[in-house]
């Protein structure tokens, strides 16, 4: 069985909706094979939004005149582990801001938006920022992503990120003090590991939420809920 990796945006779903998790490694493991769903007229617009709002965030550092590292894009055939190899440790050059910071650490892997120098004497120092579209706060789906990144940045430097932050869509920048979080993030790490180490589940039922317009799992679970005649 091939070595299963958590993705930010697998944990995101998870917390969402546990079936999709399920249905996700039952593909990996090759236990089962499903038709997948592409993302609607109405999750591609967010993805759009999504991508407006990260270059928008991109260009407010280069007008404030920060140092802007752009990591080299994946190479066609390359994985993501090789990927990270190449790019190696940019925040040992000291640049301002590091954008689309690739990461594998523990059994995950995922890519950051932003990593910015937090000022100070010493060995370079960064703290993660991810750019959402959300307007008011942010959602616990967000902040766990950035506790992955402020772990990975630690196994490379050695030095945990005391914040992490949140560009929102009203372009309000939440900020969030790793330590209070991350007794929550550890707890849920346990989860993670009994997921990725256990057989896949088949006991999980899907249940309309957040991420059904955006699973590719989809068509599965309507069609599921079409046979079972479900009030869904």
Avoid at 33 to 40: C, D, E, K, L, N
Wanted: with cysteine; charged share 25%.
């Amino acid at each position: 069985m091939p070595e299963r990796l958590l993705t930010p945006s697998k944990i995101t779903a998870w917390l969402d909706c546990a079936h999709y998790l399920s249905l996700r490694h039952q593909v990996e493991d090759g236990t089962a094979t499903f038709a997948r769903s592409h993302p609607g007229a109405f999750a591609h617009l967010l993805m759009r939004k999504g991508e407006t709002h990260e270059q928008e965030c991109l260009a407010a550092y280069r007008a404030e005149r920060r140092s802007v590292f752009e990591v080299p894009k994946k190479r066609v055939g390359e994985t993501h582990a090789e990927w990270v190899d190449r790019v190696g440790n940019p925040m040992a050059d000291g640049h301002d801001v590091i954008f689309q910071m690739p990461f594998v650490h523990d059994r995950m892997r995922g890519i950051a938006d932003f990593l910015v120098r937090v000022p100070g004497s010493g060995p370079p120092r960064y703290e993660p920022v991810d750019s959402k579209l959300a307007r008011a706060s942010a959602k616990p789906g967000h902040v766990l992503q950035l506790c992955f990144y402020a772990e990975a940045m630690e196994a490379i430097t050695g030095h945990a990120p005391k914040q992490v932050h949140i560009w929102l869509g009203s372009n309000k920048v939440e900020s969030v003090l790793l330590a209070k979080v991350r007794p929550y993030w550890n707890r849920l790490r346990l989860q993670f590991a009994a997921l990725l180490d256990g057989e896949p589940a088949t006991d999980t039922r899907p249940e309309p939420c957040a991420h059904c317009d955006f699973c590719e799992f989809q068509q599965v679970c309507d069609a599921r809920w079409r046979a079972e005649d479900s009030l869904v």
